[in-house]
C-alpha cells in the first residue's frame, strides 16, 4: 500500500516518525534519547511506513468486558517471533516497530474515538476501523505515541489532539492543519461525553482520557501487578504507579503526582486502562486505590510532607 509519507524515517524503537526521507535520517532518535526512552543496545536503528508493509501486522483485540471497545497492537509478521529472542537483523533489531503499546477504538453513539497511536498502519488496518464506523477524532497521551499520527489522521480525514506543552516534540509539519493542540482539559467536540484531561507528569502535557465512568490513562499513570488481586489486601499495597520514566525507573516528584491527582479529582471511574495489553482495571473503589497508591508512592520515598497525603475522596 502507498502512503503519502510511506517513505519518511521511523525509529524501530519508537515508532515516531519525522519530516526526512530515510536516506536523510538523523543520526540519532531525539525521542529515545531523551532520558525517559532509551536506545537499545543494538543501536539507533530506522525504517519506513513502506518498508514495515512486509514486516509487521496489526491484532485486533475486542475488550472481553466492554464490546465498544477494540485494542489495535502491532506484532511482526513472523509466526516465530518471541519478543523475549531478539534479532539480528539491522532494519528491526528486535523485530517488533515500536515499544508495543496498543492504541485503542472507542466506540460511541455519536461516532468513533482513537486513544493513542502506533506507528503500524496498512489496508487490513483501515478496513477493520472503516468496518467499525471510522474515526470522529484521535487523540494522543503524549510524545512516545505520536507515531505516524499525521498519516492516520489523513487516512481517516480526522482532527488529532495532542497537548500544547508538549509541541516541542512533534517531528513533522502539519500542513493540513490536522493537529488541535490544547492547553487544559478539553471537551473532545466529535465526540459527545469525551474529555481529554491535562494531567501532566510523565510529560508537562500528558493526557489522560475520561468517557462514561472510564480512564484510558496511557502511562500518566502505570496499573501495577498488585493491583489485581485484592483478597486479604494489606495496607502499603499500591494499584499504580507513577513515573516520569517508566523503562528507566526515574519516579515522579510529589508535586507533579500532586497535579495529577488535582486534574482527576473531579471525575468519576470505575474502569481504567493502560497503554499495554493487560493493563484493563476494574472495581468500584479505584479512585480510593488511586489516590492511596499516591500517597503509599510518595510516603514510602520519604516526602512525609507532600501535599497529596492531605487529599481525601
Known amino acids: ?6 517513505d519518511l524515517a521511523i525509529c524501530v524503537t519508537c515508532g515516531t516518525q519525522f519530516d526526512v526521507p530515510l536516506s536523510q535520517a538523523p543520526p540519532n532518535c531525539r525521542v529515545c534519547d531523551d532520558p525517559r526512552q532509551f536506545v537499545p543496545a543494538s543501536g539507533q536503528a530506522w525504517t519506513t ?27 511482526p509478521n513472523d509466526p516465530g517471533y518471541n ?19 496498543r492504541a485503542i477504538l472507542i466506540q460511541t453513539p455519536s461516532g468513533n474515538i482513537l486513544w493513542d497511536c502506533i506507528a503500524f498502519l496498512d489496508e487490513e488496518t483501515i478496513k477493520f476501523v472503516k468496518e467499525k ?3 470522529k477524532a484521535i487523540v494522543i497521551s503524549h510524545p512516545h505515541f ?3 499520527h499525521l498519516e492516520w489522521a489523513n487516512v481517516f480525514q480526522c482532527p488529532v489532539y495532542t497537548s500544547k506543552a508538549d509541541e516541542q516534540w512533534l517531528n513533522r509539519k502539519d500542513d493540513k492543519n490536522q493537529r488541535i493542540l490544547i492547553e487544559k482539559t478539553t471537551a473532545i467536540k466529535e465526540v459527545e461525553g469525551v474529555t481529554a484531561i491535562v494531567v501532566g507528569g510523565h510529560f508537562d502535557g500528558s493526557l489522560i482520557l475520561h468517557y462514561e465512568g472510564q480512564l484510558f490513562h496511557a502511562d500518566s499513570i502505570m496499573v501495577v501487578p498488585s493491583a489485581y488481586y485484592q483478597k486479604d489486601r494489606l495496607p502499603g499495597t499500591t494499584s499504580y504507579s507513577f513515573m516520569w520514566s517508566y ?3 526515574i519516579p515522579l516528584p510529589p508535586h507533579k503526582i500532586h497535579g495529577i491527582w488535582k486534574a482527576l479529582q473531579p471525575f468519576e471511574f470505575n474502569a481504567t486502562y493502560g497503554g499495554f495489553a493487560g493493563q484493563n482495571n476494574r472495581r468500584h473503589d479505584l479512585k480510593e486505590q ?5 500517597k503509599v508512592f510518595v510516603r ?5 510532607n507532600a501535599l497529596v497525603l492531605q487529599e481525601s475522596l
Do not use: C
Not at 83 to 100: A, C, D, V
Not at 290 to 294: A, D, F
Not at 300 to 304: F, R, T
Open 1 to 6: 500500500m502507498k502512503f503519502d509519507s510511506g
Open 49 to 75: 511506513l513502506s518498508e514495515a508493509q512486509s514486516t509487521q501486522k496489526n491484532q485486533f483485540q475486542r475488550d472481553d468486558k466492554n464490546p465498544n471497545l477494540w485494542f489495535i497492537s502491532t506484532t
Open 83 to 101: 519478543p523475549l529472542r531478539p534479532s539480528p537483523s539491522l532494519t528491526f533489531p528486535n523485530k517488533q516497530l515500536g515499544i508495543g503499546q
Open 133 to 135: 464506523g471510522g474515526l
Open 146 to 148: 505520536y507515531t505516524t
Open 247 to 249: 523503562p528507566n525507573m
Open 290 to 294: 488511586l489516590l492511596e497508591s499516591m
Open 300 to 304: 514510602v520515598a520519604g516526602h512525609e
